[in-house]
C-alpha cells in the first residue's frame, strides 16, 4: 500500500508573506506560521503522478477565517496535479479561529505541508 504523509513543520520557514499591505517586520520574517489543524486535511494521491512514480512535497499558504477555516488557499508544489490535491483538501481542515485575529488577513501567513510519498506503509506489529 502506498502512504500519502503530512508533515507538520516543525520549525518557522524564513520567507516573506505574499499580501497586498506591508506587514510588521515581525511576522515577516516567519511567514507562513506553521499551523496546526484540529479537523486535518485528507488529500488524494493523484493516480496519473503515483503511476509514473512521481513524488512531491507541498507547502499551503492561506488565512484563517473566523470560523477556523482555510481562505485564501494556494498551495506550491513541483506539479500541478499535486497542487490541486493539497488545496482540496484543505476545504475540509479546520484551524484554531484564533489564528484568524493573530495572522494578518489576505497575508497568507498561515502554513501546512504536505509530503506526497509513493514508499510502502511500515508493516504494523
Known amino acids: 500500500m502506498n502512504r500519502l504523509t503530512l508533515l507538520i513543520a516543525a520549525g518557522l520557514a524564513v520567507a516573506g508573506c505574499a499580501t497586498q499591505e506591508a506587514l ?3 511576522l515577516a520574517a516567519v511567514c507562513p506560521v506553521p499551523a ?3 479537523v486535518f486535511p485528507h488529500p ?3 493516480e496519473a503522478e503515483a503511476q509514473n512514480g512521481y513524488e512531491d512535497r507541498c ?3 492561506f488565512d484563517v477565517g473566523a470560523a477556523g477555516t482555510p481562505e485564501n488557499v494556494t498551495a506550491r508544489c513541483t506539479y500541478k496535479a499535486f497542487a490541486d490535491s493539497a488545496e ?3 476545504q475540509d481542515a479546520r484551524f484554531d479561529p484564533a489564528l484568524s485575529k493573530a495572522l494578518p488577513q489576505g497575508a497568507q501567513c498561515a502554513g501546512f ?3 506526497y510519498s509513493l514508499e510502502p506503509l511500515p508493516e504494523a506489529s
Open 113 to 115: 505541508n504536505f509530503e
Open 44 to 46: 488524494y494521491y493523484p
Open 59 to 61: 507547502t499551503v499558504r
Open 36 to 38: 496546526m489543524p484540529l
Open 24 to 26: 510588521a517586520p515581525e
Open 88 to 90: 482540496a483538501a484543505m
